[in-house]
């Protein structure tokens, strides 16, 4: 196959950026018209839900980085 | 014998034992109708006991139903079905019967009634799924289906000896939720999560379930975890403990899929995540909760088959199975790219998927009982499922 697909094609990427940006920033500010049926108060904060997804996944990201410092070995460790 | 008290399992162990002796369609047609007559009969057994025998001193219940154990059942013999169709061209026959054997078992022990019925066929899907390791071929699956066993037999003597001390002390088989202060009752706790790669025994699951064939991985994924899940529904609902270790389990099967670069080995981890929502949906134990275990658990079986089948069509054509030696196969294997997406988006519980559905059962019955850490914790881990099994998978078809 000598045409790459258009989603790999380097002069897309700004594009796929922009659009995937936009998706994002429309699920928080659809907050805005849709009612939110939350069971604690703070959920109904603007932008709660991303903002609290962001950071822990952040976080999750951030131990496993580290915990991998201290135990992660090459795929190869148990190759003979 | 009336069909109704025939174990649907046995359709499945018995035929696996026919499997040799015939060839080509005949054995193709035998392998996808075993798995069909087993889930009609499953649906025949009535409400209640349909079998019981006389065993020393106790009476065997080895044919029970309810809605629960049906539920388990059904979706056991499909993924029998399942996973016959995509092994029948390329698997051997000796992983065939084994796998068959291995589900037929987990039928049984899914309508199993009592105890001792309930153990002899959890000790014989350990031997089954064993094999289907073993049957993968080279010294990796041999060394992994060695480690494999010795975890399980270890699991199914504590099992046993929780067994032993629970009748003893009770003086019942009979198999339904188990009376804490009884000391036994914790063995047996014991012995189903290690079934469940609960901590501090989780790793086994990410050692075995990779070295298995593509076909076998698929039939690995659908019957031990998940059984250890029906027997924890049934025998510990809403035991505490399990809130915590589910907890564990979400998050370890997150970390260490981030650090993993074999994608069957990550979807192995993912596996430990999932299950982990759904020992935790027991812990919490309300009837929404554990019914949110149930679909989770029924959902989980389809969507995780799917993730693996993609993962093994991708390892048969490329024989590749580290993600950073793979990518664009969109282009070539764009149906395999399409299942990989929608599977990765189920389990990331994208809107519209079943994993939505039966994830957001569990984090809103932690939410219902005032659980405020735990629902902030199934909230994050359920975002974070999405950073190994969304951004791997379809990044690497």
Redesign the interface.
Known sequence: MSEKHWLYREENHPKLWIWGCTVLALTVLAQLVIDIHGHYDFEHWFGFAAVYGFTTCALMVLFAKLLGFLIKRKDTYYDD | MMIEAFPPGLVMILGAFLLPWVRGVVRTGLLLALPLVALYLVWQVPDGVALSVPFLDYTLEPLRADRLSRLFATIFTLMGFAGGLYACRQARLVELCAAYVYAGSAVCAAMAGDLITLFAFWELMAVGSTLVIWSAGGDAAYRASMRYVLIHLFGGVVLMAGIVAYVGATGTVTFAAFDTSVPGAWLILAGFLLNAGAPPLSAWVGDAYPEASPSGTVFLSAFTTKTAVYVLMRGFPGTEVLIFIGLFMI?YG??YA??E??MRRILAYSIINQVGFMVTGIGIGTELALNGTAAHAFAHIIYKALLLMSAGAVLYRTGER?CNALG?L???MPFTAACGIVGALAISAFPLTSGFTSKSMIN?AA??EHM?LI??AL??AS??V??PAGTNVPGLV
């Open positions: 998050f997150i970390i981030l650090l670069n074999d580290k664009g969109f282009q070539t809103q939410a219902d405020l629902w902030l909230q994050a975002a974070g999405f950073l």
